[in-house]
């Protein structure tokens, strides 16, 4: 018996077998939970639906989620291949965008245009892909949705620039959401993890030298994994959690309750 057995759950963001997404729908999968996949196009024959396949789900939809049309499409999509009574349990979202000239350098150089971009992108998309799945009908009470945020929201982190600004704007909208659907019995929370070698940090000015670090000062002395994350997220996707709404919960060994390294660590 799998504390998800029969859920449903869709999950936003796997790039290929690194993604922290793909972690977490490990994670639910082995709960028990059928797992549907939705990513940008260009990624998924390649990298995704293999991935989806060979946890058993049939539901592999595309979306660009700087489009309202496309995100209300994989839930039209969804009712039609699930029926008019089946409901999402576990929506997860975890995916983000800045322009790479805004992610070096210096963030008062950061353009109206680019700001723009990390903005939609990484924050707004929640609130958009929350609101077509509710208006489709596919949330209910117990319902869970997860996002994925980063220390750089609430302290400086070098080159972390605009996505800093980004994930401030995803955590506090994790707060207004959670307010508004709390009512309902929905649940919203993020996860704030580590760093991890994903996509999406590669080739990021100054990550790997950050990586390596963070083992150094995180108290439990360890970089953490996709299947770290995955462990939390089944825990918030799950009613361990049922009494938990609009936190940001910490996947990082710690790193974030410490204020001055000692000299010697
Ligand atoms: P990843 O590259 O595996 O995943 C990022 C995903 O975002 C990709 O699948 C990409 O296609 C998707 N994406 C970008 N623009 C999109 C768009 N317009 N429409 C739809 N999808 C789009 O990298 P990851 O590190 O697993 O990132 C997942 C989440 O975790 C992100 O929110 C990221 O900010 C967050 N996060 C990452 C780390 C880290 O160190 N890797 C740490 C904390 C939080
Ligand atoms: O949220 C992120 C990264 C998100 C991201 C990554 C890219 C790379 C490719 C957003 N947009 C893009 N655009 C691209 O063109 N992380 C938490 C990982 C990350 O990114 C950093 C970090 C860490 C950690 C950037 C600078 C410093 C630290």
Same mark, same amino acid.
């Given at each position: 018996?799998?504390?998800?057995?029969?859920?449903?759950?869709?999950?936003? #963001?796997?790039?290929? @077998? =690194?993604?922290?997404?793909? %972690?977490?729908?490990?994670?639910?999968?082995? /709960?028990?939970?059928?797992?549907?996949?939705?990513?940008?196009?260009?990624?998924?024959?390649?990298?995704?639906?293999?991935?989806?396949?060979?946890?058993?789900?049939?539901?592999?939809?595309?979306?660009?989620?700087?489009?309202?049309?496309?995100?209300?499409? *994989?839930?039209?999509?969804?009712?039609?291949? =699930?029926?008019? @009574?089946?409901?999402?349990?576990?929506?997860? =979202?975890?995916?983000?965008?800045? +322009?790479?000239?805004?992610?070096?350098?210096?963030?008062?150089?950061?353009?109206?245009?680019?700001?723009? *971009?990390?903005?939609?992108?990484?924050?707004?998309?929640?609130?958009?892909?929350?609101?077509?799945?509710?208006?489709?009908?596919?949330?209910?009470?117990?319902?869970?949705?997860?996002?994925?945020?980063?220390?750089?929201?609430?302290?400086?982190?070098?080159?972390?620039?605009? $996505?800093?600004?980004?994930? /401030?704007?995803?955590?506090?909208?994790?707060?207004?959401?959670?307010?508004?659907? %709390?009512?309902?019995?929905?649940?919203?929370?993020?996860?704030?993890?580590?760093?991890?070698?994903?996509?999406?940090?590669?080739?990021?000015?100054?990550?790997?030298? $950050?990586? %390596?670090?963070?083992?150094?000062?995180?108290?439990?002395?360890?970089?953490?994994?996709?299947?770290?994350? #995955? +462990?939390?997220?089944?825990?918030?996707?799950?009613?361990?959690?049922?009494?938990?709404?609009?936190?940001?919960?910490?996947?990082?060994?710690?790193? =974030?309750? $410490?204020?001055?390294?000692?000299? @010697?660590?």
């Amino acid at each position: 018996m799998g504390m998800l057995d029969g859920q449903r759950a869709l999950v936003f #963001g796997v790039a290929n @077998d =690194h993604s922290i997404a793909w %972690g977490i729908a490990q994670a639910l999968h082995e /709960a028990g939970a059928s797992v549907g996949f939705s990513s940008v196009e260009s990624l998924l024959e390649r990298g995704v639906r293999p991935l989806a396949e060979s946890i058993g789900s049939t539901f592999i939809e595309p979306c660009d989620v700087q489009s309202d049309e496309q995100i209300r499409a *994989v839930f039209t999509k969804w009712r039609a291949a =699930h029926g008019p @009574d089946e409901k999402l349990d576990i929506l997860v =979202h975890a995916l983000a965008f800045a +322009r790479r000239e805004d992610l070096e350098g210096s963030f008062v150089d950061t353009s109206r245009q680019g700001f723009a *971009v990390a903005l939609d992108v990484s924050a707004y998309s929640l609130v958009a892909v929350v609101r077509e799945a509710r208006a489709a009908g596919l949330l209910q009470p117990g319902s869970s949705i997860l996002t994925l945020t980063y220390y750089g929201a609430e302290k400086v982190v070098s080159n972390y620039n605009v $996505m800093g600004v980004a994930k /401030a704007a995803l955590e506090a909208s994790v707060r207004y959401l959670a307010a508004d659907l %709390g009512p309902e019995g929905i649940r919203v929370n993020a996860i704030s993890a580590g760093p991890v070698r994903t996509l999406a940090a590669a080739g990021i000015a100054g990550f790997k030298k $950050m990586y %390596g670090s963070f083992a150094d000062l995180a108290p439990l002395r360890q970089n953490i994994s996709i299947e770290d994350v #995955g +462990r939390t997220a089944l825990y918030l996707a799950s009613d361990l959690s049922r009494a938990v709404t609009g936190e940001t919960i910490y996947v990082d060994g710690g790193f =974030h309750i $410490m204020g001055v390294p000692s000299a @010697d660590a």
